[in-house]
């Protein structure tokens, strides 16, 4: 497909002269019939499809897309299914906009004679060099259904561990926003009201009291400053975390060294690094390979430096046993099961009970974390809001105990 492309939104009869409707992707309308002509399609009309508004621009395709998408194709191809067919039903069955383009896309370039591999090399946004290169193992091998079964489960692993990074982080993340908010709000419009009716006390106030008004006159002075400051500060982290990367490769090491936090990055990406490597070996991808394309899908800038040492050190023959405990980044039980599986040859099995493990200790961490995490954030959270009344009302305490 072109970078023209437009879609067009059709009516017409199937090869069986029931009626039928949809869209197709092509660079005109005269290019839309003579496709949808080789498909069978007697169309009637044939128009440019209406662009739609939408107040935050298209949604994007994000990998769980993805995900579902190889899952629903993998079983449209077990259930014996032509691959253009299975296209045209994935898209007909999405009510997402970009996934329906791209996989109208997709059926055409494969209608035209484009090998499916190479076809989705041309999306490398959504499909990256590990996906490819399983589909075209698969593709060459002649069994391209099996191997999209394996790579719908390797996504779907993939983002259920994401899942679980993110539910950890997201919760606590919440809550000190909201702390963060309602302190703020206490401040700027709670205490200024106290402190006109201390005023009339004539009396000295507490030294704590006296603390939390003269925060509060700060705060008042200089929120806004404060406000630009953060929001500032926090687009120039992230640019600087894209475009630069000493600074990812810095935010991913010091992710490791984060007390709780690390302990299940460190697991999540030694179970990312025995699904990958699993899925590629057993996918017949030679080890070199499949350490490169490993490396890439490691998910932490410390790791894939490790990956790709192990991937020269085993290009110069070196033992993949070996080569990994030389990194000393890696935990003993996966260097005993890497090391039974090269002596019994069933190497993408014990990947892939590793895998399994570290998987499972992610998710029981990220309960934990939760269990752990909720009632220390309370806890903060009445320390901050509790303090602040208590400061406000200790005047009034100690007054009405003098009278």
């Known amino acids: 497909m072109t970078a023209d492309s437009i879609v067009f939104v059709w009516r017409g009869t199937d090869r069986n002269g029931q009626p039928s409707a949809g869209e197709e992707m092509a660079s005109s309308a005269a290019m839309a019939r003579a496709q949808l002509r080789k498909q069978g399609v007697t169309t009637k009309t044939v128009r440019k499809k209406a662009k739609e508004f939408t107040l935050f621009g298209p949604k994007k395709i994000t990998p769980a897309d993805i995900a579902i998408f190889t899952r629903q194709l993998a079983t449209m191809m077990k259930a014996g299914v032509p691959l253009v067919q299975a296209f045209t039903i994935v898209a007909d ?7 329906r ?14 090998n499916i591999a190479d076809a989705l090399s041309q999306h490398p946004r959504q499909f990256d060099e590990l996906f490819c290169c399983l589909v075209a193992s698969g593709e060459n091998s002649g069994t391209l259904e099996t191997m999209l079964d394996r790579v719908a489960t390797y996504k779907e692993k993939t983002e259920a561990l994401k899942a679980k990074i993110k539910k950890a982080l997201t919760y606590p993340t919440a809550v000190i926003v909201v702390a963060i908010v309602v302190t703020a709000i206490l401040l700027v419009k709670v205490v200024p009201q106290f402190a006109e009716t201390f005023q009339g006390f004539g009396s000295e106030l507490p030294a704590f009291t006296l603390l939390v008004l003269r925060i509060s006159d700060w705060v008042q002075a200089w929120w806004l400053l404060l406000l630009i400051s953060f929001t500032v500060a926090g687009y120039l982290f992230s640019q600087a975390k894209q475009r630069y990367q000493r600074v990812s490769d810095w935010v991913d090491a010091l992710s490791l060294r984060l007390p709780i936090i690390g302990t299940i990055v460190h697991d999540a990406v030694i179970a990312r690094f025995s699904r990958t490597l699993s899925t590629t070996f057993a996918a017949g991808v030679p080890l070199v390979e499949a ?11 410390v790791y894939a430096r490790g990956i790709r040492r192990i991937r020269d050190d085993v290009t110069a023959g070196q033992a993949l046993t070996a080569s990994i405990r030389s990194t000393d980044l890696f935990p003993v039980m996966l260097l005993q099961m890497i090391a039974i599986g090269e002596e019994s040859g069933s190497l993408d099995d014990m990947l892939s009970k590793v895998a399994d493990h570290y998987e499972a200790a992610v998710d029981n961490a990220v309960d934990s974390l939760s269990s752990l995490m909720e009632p220390l954030i309370m806890s903060v959270l009445g320390v901050l809001v509790g303090g602040l009344m208590i400061a406000m009302y200790l005047p009034i305490f100690m007054l009405g105990s003098v009278i």
């Open 93 to 99: 069955g999405t009510e997402h906009d970009g996934m």
């Open 101 to 114: 383009k791209l996989i109208n896309d997709l059926r055409t370039d494969v209608a035209s004679g484009t």
């Open 291 to 301: 350490l490169d394309s490993t490396a890439g899908a490691a998910g932490n800038a």
